[in-house]
């Protein structure tokens, strides 16, 4: 029996409060992330459960119980709050998938930071977009990284204190802190800060068509929601080794790689080490995975090397998998149902909504291909594109709308109240994706409304790579969008128009790739590079990228009327 039971009877007495009670919280009381994620679960008598089994590309294994994980955050909470920071003030995340990233986590909500966790493949523009924006107090680091943030920190005066989890035998600089949590003393009593609902927890940055990436403010009331979805939807119950293959710099790897797990008190499993089919069978087979939260381009990947290698291993522990990131096609639900005896359960939601909206629960019929029906407390439709409102044809095209005000909701973008405003209309909160929905209810995904590249899940804002790629010397005008890949949906294609005394070559192509994989990320980093004598602009002088992106895809073009150059 599935943690959610029937989907209809959910519906019909829903109420957010169930999370509430269920987490022992009364509105108007104190609730602290951290605390509910370490503290709390020790007091429920799971001190010494293991929370966290952490294994690295060496297959060197870490483990961490309830207890160890509620002492190690204590201490981060002592250490940040002994360097002066304070309740507010950002504290960055840069780190791979270590212990002390998702141990730290909980001691930045505890001393009642805010966290901001950053993929750690960033290169130094991206990290410095970010922090510069946030006005970043703080950031803990490990020393292969910290030379990316040496390199900017002269530029941010808010910046005061670079700490280094990993420090030893290398030498630190003025503002470097080493700090080697299995080293110093464990702090075992540490009083959580008192955070309230609405005070402010994480801060995800996230990239939109328009300017560089924004910040989503999200607050420690948002547990309510990653709790229960953890629970009805990724299932986990006590005894499930839980296994999310996220990157805590996205926000499938906080909501679902730590609040959620935590706040559930499983056990959850932890890799970092890159992709490899067998890699990740070995895995699942060593630490006996039973619910499994993963993306479409990864099971691609798997779906690539066919089913063989599935069956050199024993993947029988597993009972329940899951989805996120992009549009997962019908045709890897077919294939996991074959390949692993499970279909993956898709689910959809973003930065900005906290925790899954759409999806498709254990035990509820899976359409292959769909995302699925929205979770009990979320109303979700689809509007029409010009009047914002419903639209109430099955299987007509509209933006997808939700209802403002479930717990983990966005409550602004840092610092860009405007934009924040802008994503509201006629009472809906607009997520710039197009689906439709089916006479069952099923909401079947279509594509994004907007110019953000999904690529393998993750989503690249052209502005941001445009404006990196004009800082090359070479570079006149340029202009970034998703071509399609067979494995990552969609990779960054650039068309470039170059400098007078530059000509197009093979040498400068690459140079150009390298300038951006080392300044933003390899995500970032164009797959294609097209020279172009000029590009197509509107006549107020915009980039059409809208142009470019239907004759990369083969679909029509539409309206070009206000077209500079036609
Ligand atoms: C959690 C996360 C959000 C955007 C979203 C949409 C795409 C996410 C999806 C999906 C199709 C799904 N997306 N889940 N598209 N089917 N199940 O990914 O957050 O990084 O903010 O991305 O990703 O376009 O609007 P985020």
């Not at 002592?78 to 003030?89: D, F, I, V």
């Not at 934009?419 to 909160?429: A, E, L, V």
């Amino acid at each position: 029996m599935s943690n959610i039971g029937s989907y209809e009877e959910r519906l019909r007495g829903f109420d957010w409060s169930i999370g509430e009670k269920e987490l022992g919280y009364k509105k108007g009381d104190k609730i602290n992330i951290g605390w509910y994620c370490s503290d709390r679960v020790c007091q429920m008598g799971k001190a010494s459960k293991l929370a966290l089994v952490w294994e690295n590309h060496e297959g060197h294994v870490k483990k961490f119980t309830y207890n160890d994980i509620r002492q190690l955050s204590n201490t981060f909470a002592s250490l940040l709050c002994g360097l002066g920071l304070k309740p507010g003030e950002r504290v960055c995340i840069f780190m791979d998938k270590v212990p002390e990233l998702y141990i730290s986590f909980l001691g930045i909500l505890k001393m009642g930071g805010i966290a901001q966790p950053l993929f750690s493949a960033f290169g130094d523009e991206s990290l410095h977009t970010r922090l510069s924006n946030a006005e970043t107090a703080a950031i803990l680091t490990q020393k292969k990284h910290v030379a990316k943030v040496r390199k900017i920190r002269e530029q941010l005066p808010q910046l005061k204190h670079i700490i280094v989890v990993d420090s030893e035998g290398s030498p630190l600089k003025e503002r470097e802190v080493a700090f080697d949590m299995e080293r110093v003393p464990r702090v075992d009593d540490w009083k959580a800060y008192e955070s309230t609902a609405e005070t402010p927890s994480v801060l995800h940055y996230t990239s939109g068509t328009t300017g560089q990436p924004k910040g989503a403010q999200h607050v420690h009331y948002s547990l309510i929601a990653q709790y229960l979805t953890t629970k009805w939807v990724l299932d986990v119950k006590d005894e499930d080794i839980y296994w999310c293959t996220a990157d805590p710099g996205w926000v499938t790897g906080t909501s679902y790689g730590i609040i959620g797990p935590w706040a559930n008190g499983v056990t959850q499993v932890v890799l970092d080490a890159g992709f490899g089919a067998e890699k990740w069978y070995a895995f699942v087979e060593r630490h006996k995975v039973t619910v499994w939260y993963s993306a479409p381009t990864a099971i691609r990947l798997l779906m690539k090397e066919g089913k063989e290698p599935v069956a050199k291993y024993d993947m029988s522990s597993l009972r329940h998998l899951c989805s996120v990131g992009e549009p997962l096609n019908a045709e890897a639900v077919i294939w996991s149902k074959e390949a692993f005896g499970l279909p993956f359960h898709d689910t959809f939601w973003q930065t900005e909504t906290g925790s899954i909206v759409i999806t498709n629960y254990p035990g509820m019929p899976i359409k292959p291909g769909s995302m699925g029906k929205p979770f009990p407390g979320i109303t979700a439709t689809v509007v029409n594109p010009k009047t914002f409102e419903p639209i109430n044809n099955p299987g007509t095209v509209g933006l997808i709308a939700l209802r403002p005000g479930w717990p983990s909701m966005f409550r602004t973008y840092w610092k860009n109240e405007e934009t924040y405003r802008s994503k509201f209309k006629n009472g809906w909160y607009i997520c710039g994706d197009r689906a439709s929905i089916d006479a069952d209810g099923y909401f079947w995904f279509v594509g994004r409304d907007d110019d953000v590249i999904n690529t393998g899940g993750h989503l690249v804002g052209p502005f941001e790579i445009e404006s990196a790629l004009l800082e090359h010397q070479a570079v006149a005008e340029s202009a970034a969008i998703g071509k399609p890949d067979p494995v990552n949906m969609e990779v960054v294609k650039a068309f470039v128009a170059l400098k007078p005394g530059f000509a197009p070559s093979d040498d400068l192509d690459l140079e150009i790739m390298n300038f951006i994989r080392k300044k933003l990320s390899p995500l970032a980093m164009p797959q294609e590079i097209e020279f172009v004598k000029s590009l197509p602009k509107t006549r107020s002088g915009k980039i059409m990228r809208r142009l470019l992106r239907a004759q990369e895809w083969g679909e029509p073009i539409g309206d070009v009327s206000t077209l500079e150059n036609e």
